[in-house]
């Protein structure tokens, strides 16, 4: 098993700036890929930003240039940071492990509104 803990979100004027956390505990070893994805009211849950075992990343077309995914392997803490947010980036906003294809865990979720 693998616990999720997201950290970080609230409430920010757009423009502004967020840092998420999640930390991960368990058995995280075997993890290919850690993941942000959000998900707005009515809406599915979408992926936003990915960083795999080698450090390779991948975003979401929408937040391209505003936000970026980093990890610390030596505490087991995976960031988001999130730049130039505007009232769109309002979601919660979820921490993702994945074992390949096989398995994948989820965090609880974490609250993140823009608005002025």
């Known amino acids: 098993q693998v616990q999720l803990v997201e950290s970080g979100g609230g409430l920010v004027q757009p423009g502004g700036s967020l840092r998420l956390s999640c930390a991960a505990s368990?058995?995280?070893?075997?993890?290919?890929?850690m993941s942000w994805y959000r998900q707005a009211p009515g809406n599915q849950r979408e992926l936003v930003a990915g960083m795999s075992s080698a450090g390779y990343t991948n975003y979401a077309d929408s937040v391209k240039g505003r936000f970026t995914i980093t990890k610390d392997n030596a505490k087991n803490l995976v960031y988001l940071q999130m730049n130039s947010l505007k009232p769109e980036d309002t979601a919660v906003y979820y921490c993702?492990?994945?074992?390949?294809?096989?398995?994948?865990?989820w965090g609880q979720g974490i609250q993140v509104t823009v608005s002025s």
């Open positions: 993702n492990a994945a074992f390949g294809s096989i398995r994948t865990y």
């Open positions: 368990g058995s995280i070893f075997g993890i290919t890929s």
